[in-house]
């Protein structure tokens, strides 16, 4: 299994996944680096772990995401060629029933069979719909490698991507996992802080939202704990304030305590992170990532089906935010059901296995 190196978004999401395997009796290998190696190592002691180099993808803080992107364009494509040599050497003196490839486009090669895990099956560019059919078009050329695509999220009209998930001009038909979550909403912890601060994300806007959020915190009467997402930082590099209890980052079962345990939550509106809060029934407000239309969409979205309401990072105050999260009617209509039918595609796909 190799998730994509954006955010530690991707191998969280592959967490369940994971677990369920070796639940099932399954050995289970790691294809990854940096953050994303560090983070899943740490939930999976012991777990094989092959070296793979990520994508190494940045955006500066002047330009949108679509113009870094292009810019970087060669780079992605030169890493995508890459990762396929890879696997394909890593074939040669290994062998493995499954690849499972979570947004990783070179990650598949035909003498095994490959699956690919996304929730954009329309990429939104920001620059308008032709351009979108053009990165969907793009994407699905890729995805027509894999023998299986699935996709984290429901199939019907309720579910948690909207149009990103569920295109009006379908290209691939995929197969719908439910949703997937890392946690477990029936664990009860006693409410500890009045906001918990979950930063993630790309460099350098996890840093600039790092620095504004804790330079207006300074003046917040509350408990805060405050989670900075670099799972591979050993020291806090920030100042002390006694209301402000800093974590460079907490594995999944620490987390889930802060989570459940905090009366608001500050985070970016990623789609892994959209499912936990989902799972663990949680008020949110939501900072997409500025230049970064899947972000963008997803925010409007939630709020628009009234799950979150969000505040753009230009404008963010922390004040109006726990205003406006206070005033704001949450309405969710997810069940446990819906975090749980991915079981049944992998116990699908295991028994196939076994009748071949």
């Given at each position: 299994?190799?998730?994509?190196?954006?955010?530690?978004?991707?191998?969280?999401?592959?967490?369940?996944?994971?677990?369920?395997?070796?639940?099932?009796?399954?050995?289970?290998?790691?294809?990854?680096?940096?953050?994303?190696?560090?983070?899943?190592?740490?939930?999976?002691?012991?777990?094989?772990?092959?070296?793979?180099?990520?994508?190494?993808?940045?955006?500066?803080?002047?330009?949108?995401?679509?113009?870094?992107?292009?810019?970087?364009?060669?780079?992605?494509?030169?890493?995508?060629?890459?990762?396929?040599?890879?696997?394909?050497?890593?074939?040669?003196?290994?062998?493995?029933?499954?690849?499972?490839?979570?947004?990783?486009?070179?990650?598949?090669?035909?003498?095994?069979?490959?699956?690919?895990?996304?929730?954009?099956?329309?990429?939104?560019?920001?620059?308008?719909?032709?351009?979108?059919?053009?990165?969907?078009?793009?994407?699905?050329?890729?995805?027509?490698?894999?023998?299986?695509?699935?996709?984290?999220?429901?199939?019907?009209?309720?579910?948690?991507?909207?149009?990103?998930?569920?295109?009006?001009?379908?290209?691939?038909?995929?197969?719908?996992?439910?949703?997937?979550?890392?946690?477990?909403?029936?664990?009860?912890?006693?409410?500890?802080?009045?906001?918990?601060?979950?930063?993630?994300?790309?460099?350098?806007?996890?840093?600039?939202?790092?620095?504004?959020?804790?330079?207006?915190?300074?003046?917040?009467?509350?408990n805060v704990l405050f989670v900075r997402g670099l799972p591979?930082?050993?020291?806090?590099?920030?100042?002390?304030?006694?209301?402000?209890?800093?974590?460079?980052?907490?594995?999944?079962?620490?987390?889930?305590?802060?989570?459940?345990?905090?009366?608001?939550?500050?985070?970016?509106?990623?789609?892994?992170?959209?499912?936990?809060?989902?799972?663990?029934?949680?008020?949110?407000?939501?900072?997409?990532?500025?230049?970064?239309?899947?972000?963008?969409?997803?925010?409007?979205?939630?709020?628009?089906?009234?799950?979150?309401?969000?505040?753009?990072?230009?404008?963010?105050?922390?004040?109006?935010?726990?205003?406006?999260?206070?005033?704001?009617?949450?309405?969710?209509?997810?069940?446990?059901?819906?975090?749980?039918?991915?079981?049944?595609?992998?116990?699908?796909?295991?028994?196939?296995?076994?009748?071949?």
């Amino acid at each position: 299994m190799a998730p994509l190196d954006w955010g530690l978004g991707h191998a969280t999401r592959c967490i369940p996944i994971v677990r369920y395997l070796q639940e099932k009796h399954c050995e289970v290998v790691l294809a990854s680096s940096g953050a994303q190696a560090s983070l899943l190592t740490k939930e999976f002691p012991g777990i094989g772990i092959r070296q793979l180099d990520g994508y190494g993808i940045r955006y500066n803080s002047s330009s949108s995401l679509f113009g870094s992107m292009a810019m970087q364009l060669p780079g992605v494509f030169t890493s995508i060629k890459k990762e396929h040599r890879w696997l394909d050497e890593l074939l040669k003196k290994e062998s493995f029933d499954f690849i499972i490839s979570d947004n990783r486009p070179g990650f598949w090669n035909k003498r095994t069979h490959c699956i690919y895990i996304t929730h954009q099956l329309l990429i939104h560019s920001g620059k308008g719909k032709r351009l979108n059919r053009l990165l969907q078009q793009l994407h699905a050329r890729y995805m027509k490698n894999f023998n299986s695509i699935w996709v984290p999220d429901l199939e019907g009209n309720k579910n948690l991507g909207g149009e990103l998930s569920h295109p009006a001009k379908p290209i691939i038909q995929p197969t719908y996992l439910g949703l997937l979550s890392r946690f477990e909403k029936d664990k009860t912890v006693d409410p500890v802080s009045d906001l918990l601060i979950l930063l993630s994300g790309p460099e350098p806007q996890r840093t600039i939202l790092e620095q504004k959020l804790y330079h207006q915190l300074q003046s917040y009467k509350g408990n805060v704990l405050f989670v900075r997402g670099l799972p591979e930082q050993q020291k806090e590099s920030l100042p002390f304030y006694e209301h402000i209890s800093i974590h460079a980052h907490l594995p999944a079962q620490a987390l889930q305590e802060a989570m459940v345990s905090a009366q608001l939550i500050i985070c970016r509106s990623g789609y892994t992170t959209l499912m936990d809060l989902i799972k663990l029934n949680k008020k949110a407000m939501l900072i997409p990532t500025p230049g970064q239309p899947e972000q963008e969409y997803l925010a409007a979205y939630m709020q628009e089906q009234q799950y979150f309401p969000y505040l753009k990072q230009d404008a963010f105050d922390v004040h109006t935010a726990i205003q406006n999260a206070n005033a704001f009617t949450y309405k969710q209509s997810f069940t446990d059901e819906d975090f749980s039918s991915y079981k049944q595609v992998i116990d699908q796909l295991l028994q196939n296995k076994i009748l071949t």
